[in-house]
Structures are given as C-alpha cells and as structure tokens.
C-alpha cells in the first residue's frame, strides 16, 4: 500500500487549505486512515481520522482541529481529503496522512504506533 499526500503549502492565517491523500497498491485492503502531523521541535500530533468502509462513516478529531478540519473520502477515487479551515500558525507543520487494515479501538485512534502505513509528509506553513 502506498500513500501520498499533496496540498500543502503556504498560506495566512484564517486562509483554508485542502490536503489529499491518494492511496494505491492493495487499498482494498484498508478499512482506517487520518493524518498526523508534527512540528519543527515538537512531538507528533493526531489530527484527523475515519473509516473508509462504505457503511462506517465515524470520524475523529484532535481537539486542537475540532470545529476548524474536517477528513472527508472519495471511496471511487481512494483518496481521503483534510479540509482545513481557519489556519492559524500553530498548525504549521509536516501532515502525513496514515492508513491501516483494521479499524482500531475508540481509544487506540489518536495512536501513532496504531498506522502500519504512512505517506511522505506535505508541509502546511501558516504565516500571521
């Protein structure tokens, strides 16, 4: 399985940015993918994530994105989108988008370990 992630770039804050996530290799395979991100001298961080199974619409949140993201899926195009509303400059960093087989538990979402499969990272830089 492979992922890669596109959309980042730089932009102001209060400006909106859409990242995608392209999945190919096996795909029909993965039930769970969201995305990650870390900043420069800071810890990874969970941001978003849902089910892609066409009868599982759940999603999940970091609280620091609630209100402002939201992870949406094309299950005909096997891509999964972070629309990102609001920037402010906290969010800049790498976002990586992260995949899986199996949905995990409630509690195990937000988990890094929990993603067999990750893409290459695109940079969200957010400027005041």
């Known amino acids: 399985v492979q992922l890669q992630a596109s959309g980042g770039g730089l932009v102001q804050a209060g400006d909106s940015l859409r990242l995608s996530c392209a999945t190919s290799g096996g795909t029909g395979s993965l039930s769970f993918m969201g995305w990650f991100r870390q900043a420069p001298g800071k810890e990874r961080e969970f941001v978003a994530a849902r089910s892609v199974t066409w009868n599982d619409g759940s999603t999940y949140y970091g609280d620091s994105v609630k209100g402002r993201f939201t992870i949406s899926r094309d299950v005909t195009k096997n891509t999964v989108y972070l629309q990102m509303n609001s920037l402010k400059t906290g969010d800049t960093a790498v976002y990586y988008c992260?995949?899986?087989?199996?949905?995990?538990?409630?509690?195990?979402?937000?988990?890094?370990?929990?993603?067999?499969?990750w893409g290459q990272g695109t940079l969200v830089t957010v400027s005041s």
């Open positions: 992260v995949a899986r087989r199996i949905r995990p538990a409630r509690s195990a979402v937000s988990d890094a370990s929990m993603y067999a499969y």
